[in-house]
């Protein structure tokens, strides 16, 4: 039977940083590496302690986790 096993958890921040000629927004996003145990409260935390750091707008806030199939 193949296992599912965490390799890698990725913090990913969006942000708003203008409009275009059509008046949609344009967005720009920052990939950042974090411990696979963290949970969705210390990654949500980390992303608005890191957002007041920026200029533009924090429009979401992805949690990407990368899985080795092992079979």
Do not use: Y
């Not at 942000?15 to 967005?27: A, K």
């Not at 980390?46 to 979401?60: M, N, R, W």
């Amino acid at each position: 039977m193949a296992q599912a096993m965490l390799a890698e958890t990725k913090l990913r921040l969006i942000f708003e940083v203008g409009l275009n000629e059509d008046g949609e927004p344009i967005f720009k996003t920052k990939t950042l590496n974090v411990k696979k145990e963290a949970t969705a409260d210390q990654l949500n935390l980390a992303a608005q302690a890191l957002s007041i750091l920026c200029k533009d707008t924090l429009s979401g806030v992805e949690r990407n986790d990368n899985l080795d199939i092992i079979g």
